[in-house]
């Protein structure tokens, strides 16, 4: 049984060969291109839209209305990245419903990938929004915490790339021996799981990536003065 789809050679030229992870990957960023060039190429700002805009509209204010619930902030300058993350996965995944299809999210490389983007992501958008006073959190509350915070960034970044490799390829696993089992009685439910599961999986791998960089973007508020109070007028007030 294969774990994963980097053991599928689908082209060999001499030493170097073409897997099914990165065929695959290919695959899925043309046609999210394509599809992305034909559902823009006539928007209409009119009252009478097509299906496909009210579609990419929906998909658009959903996502920008989870990444303001996420980080309480602006989710214009999140929402290509995240956004871009989201649908990437989530079609890799969809596509599992195709014969002979193995989803690239099914290769670790390929969710370390993804979650070095991430990794790589917060400081830069930690240092766009508060400049260099972003690397004043890894010394918190003391500077001995410096190691600790960067394994704790290296690990989350580690788990975040596990997680989602871990539970599409499991997935596919008992997916394959259920079929294995009953042929007759369980493909068209687990496909219908598989579909479930894969938005799901893409959900997760989005909202995670967005809760790190709103961290690292937050602009902290300067800390308010305590109360002082007035003995003679008996009640408190802020100095």
Not at 21 to 34: D, P, R, S, Y
Not at 194 to 215: D, H, K, P, R
Request: hydrophobic share 50%; glycine share 8%; with cysteine.
């Amino acid at each position: 049984m294969r774990i994963s789809p980097d053991a599928v050679v689908l082209v060999q030229w001499g030493p170097v060969a073409l897997n099914a992870t990165i065929v695959f990957t290919w695959a899925v960023m043309a046609l999210m291109v394509v599809g992305s060039w034909l559902v823009t190429r006539k928007l209409s700002t009119g009252t009478r839209l097509s299906r496909w805009q009210n579609l990419l509209e929906v998909l658009v204010a959903g996502m920008r209305d989870q990444i303001r619930d996420v980080s309480r902030q602006d989710p214009d300058p999140f929402l290509p990245f995240i956004g871009s993350l989201f649908l990437f996965v989530a079609t890799c995944n969809l596509l599992g419903v195709i014969p002979g299809y193995e989803p690239p999210t099914g290769s670790l490389s390929t969710t370390v990938a993804l979650a070095a983007c991430v990794f790589v992501a917060v400081p830069l958008y930690g240092i766009t929004r508060r400049g260099l006073a972003y690397f004043t959190d890894y010394i918190k509350p003391s500077v001995f915490m410096l190691p600790f915070n960067i394994m704790g960034e290296l690990s989350r970044t580690l788990a975040l790339a596990v997680r989602l490799f871990g539970n599409v390829m499991s997935g596919s696993m008992i997916a394959a021996i259920l079929l294995a089992v009953t042929p007759l009685i369980f493909p068209v439910v687990m496909q219908a799981l598989g579909l479930l599961t894969g938005l799901i999986q893409a959900y997760i791998f989005a909202i995670l990536a967005m809760v790190y960089i709103a961290a690292a973007a937050r602009v902290r508020k300067r800390e308010e003065t305590p109360p002082t109070y007035d003995v003679e007028k008996g009640d408190s007030s802020h100095g």
